[in-house]
């Protein structure tokens, strides 16, 4: 197995109708890097762990929304060495109600799939949150020496990407991530304009587990910061943005009090002179007019 991998002859086992469903040879290959004997799959969709394993003669412990296991509230039953996680790529596809009926699950085992159906979270924050739950539940039921490989995607709306690797937790050691290429998608018959760049390829990302009770955790925190309270940006940098913030040509008083109190200004004893220097060093992108304000240059 190498850091790029290609299917485009899926294999044998789950079911190619089943929407988002992988590449049976994505698991024999992870099978054969790790001499996997023992394998668990808690969302399974179709099955094809469970068939790859079964060809394989190993032993696999198989589960999903659509045979009764919710991971969400559900106690995972085995203690583990490897796990395959494909969880959904936020509501991309629909499972609950789409590609099985969330009304038979409810009546067969008292579930509410719509309910705890990761791809039923419209928003991007409560996707990543149960996301993430279900990552570190089902590394905590890992033995140490035992792994996680967890296939995911990205995916794009109105010009801003989500990226689930991104912003999964990485618990344990992080021990590579394999570039997937996609094939056979519903999105390939799509002809696409302007900026955009089509999305063809999935990450997995494997994690070992080498501690029994401590965890490292990576993790995406989002932030927003003004640019007049970050140290790297320069002075050309912070007076070009506040001069874009304003409404016509500014003052030197109009920009003083723009930057006066933010920490770009608190971390210069003499600022005030120093936004005088920068506008005149750099009269390509500063200018002034007879009464002495400034605007950015043409």
Known sequence: MQSIVSYP???????????????????????????????????????????????????????????????????????????????????????????????????????????????????WGRFVEAMNYCMIKQFASLEPGGRIAVLMGDMKRKGKLYSMLFDIVKPGTMENIVIKAQHNCWSDTRTYSGKFIPIVHEYLLICRKDEPLLVPLRMTVSTQSDIRDLKAPTWKDVLVSVLRTMNGPATL??????????????????????????????????SSDKCGAWKLAA
């Open 253 to 286: 008083n109009d920009l003083y009090h723009a930057i006066e109190g933010h920490k770009k200004a608190e971390n210069a004893k003499f600022w005030r002179g120093k936004v005088r220097q920068t506008l005149y060093v750099y009269p390509n992108v500063f």
């Open 9 to 123: 002859d899926r294999g044998v086992g789950g079911k190619s109708s089943y929407r988002g469903n992988c590449s049976p040879r994505l698991i024999n290959d992870l099978i054969d890097q790790f001499s996997i004997q023992d394998i668990s799959d808690y969302m399974c969709g179709s099955g094809t762990t469970e068939d790859v394993a079964r060809q394989r003669g190993i032993t696999s412990h198989c589960y999903d929304l659509n045979r009764g296991f919710d991971l969400l509230t559900m106690d995972i039953p085995e203690r583990n060495q490897f796990i395959f996680w494909h969880p959904p790529y936020g509501d991309m596809v629909v499972y609950a109600g789409s590609q099985y009926s969330a009304e038979e699950i409810k009546e067969k085992y008292g579930i509410d799939a719509l309910k705890s159906d990761l791809s039923h979270m419209k928003d």
